[in-house]
């Protein structure tokens, strides 16, 4: 845990944010300023700056993001479509220092 993380405060609990579904190695919350009717947060329980800073060791952390985002999408209603962003540094648009994925749904999404 960094101390002056914004993300590892909220998994400590330091900070309040709407839970949706957490296990041993993640969180999953509510965006703040969603841009889609569901758009939540899927959180790595340990701190990781981004993907470049992943370690082979963190190979679980992709892995927990993927399965979290299965169990979200499995409980959406009408298709069950959902799109999951990562942004990888500052310039992608990653605003907060602590890897995380995006999970988006409610509405038809454009292509890129």
Known sequence: MKKECVFCKIIAKELPAK????????????????????????????????????ERDD????????????????????????RLIVNNGADAGQSVPHLHAHFVSGKKMADF
């Open 19 to 54: 839970v949706i579904a957490e296990n041993d190695l993640c969180l999953v919350i509510q965006d703040i300023a969603p841009k889609a009717p569901v758009h939540y947060l899927i959180i790595p329980k340990k701190h990781v700056v981004d993907i470049s800073c992943l």
């Open 59 to 82: 190979a679980q952390i992709p892995a927990t993001i993927f399965f979290m985002a299965q169990e979200l999408g499995a409980k959406l209603s009408g298709s069950g479509a959902f």
